[in-house]
């Protein structure tokens, strides 16, 4: 049997290779935007299905804990993906499509930021929290695959990974989330030298 790692690596060394501004400037953009929200003690609030839920709660863990600075502050981040009893009560009396933006209604407020993790764009839950945010005033990041679904026109902020491969993508979604989060840490709560 042959194995497929070095296909793999290579696909993915060629996902993160780009040096196309598409998918950086959004990288860039979303640690401005959510830094300040971090430092005006706002939220960043995290969603996603499947994998991506497994990212949203990871990278909520990493912005509330730490990354390198074990000495600074804890970041206000909740991941709505993580209240069990909160996902199966929505879900049974409202519909999986209320999941997210039920959780932002309660929690939620003007300056805050929701990321989004779908591979397509189009996780309908994911879909009706932007659209939820935005009406509330907090500032949508939509990270998606390359081809971005609803979420490429409908976030505030559109992220891609330069991939549509579902594996491919759930695993530059969790890097983009760690470089994001070291970089939010790195300008909210710089080391001292």
Known sequence: ???AFEQIVKRMID????????????VEHCVEVSAEAIKADKYIFVCGNGGSASTASHIANDLLCHLKNWNRKNYKVLALTDNVAAITSLTNDYGFQEVFSRQLKAFGSRGDVLWAFSTSGNSKNCVKAIETAKEMGIYTVGITGSKGGCMK?????WMPVASDEVTRVEELHMIYAHILAENIEAVVSPEEK
């Open 15 to 26: 996902s993160l290779s780009t040096k196309n501004r598409q998918y950086i400037d959004p």
């Open 1 to 3: 049997m042959d194995c």
């Open 153 to 157: 026109d409908l976030a505030d902020l």
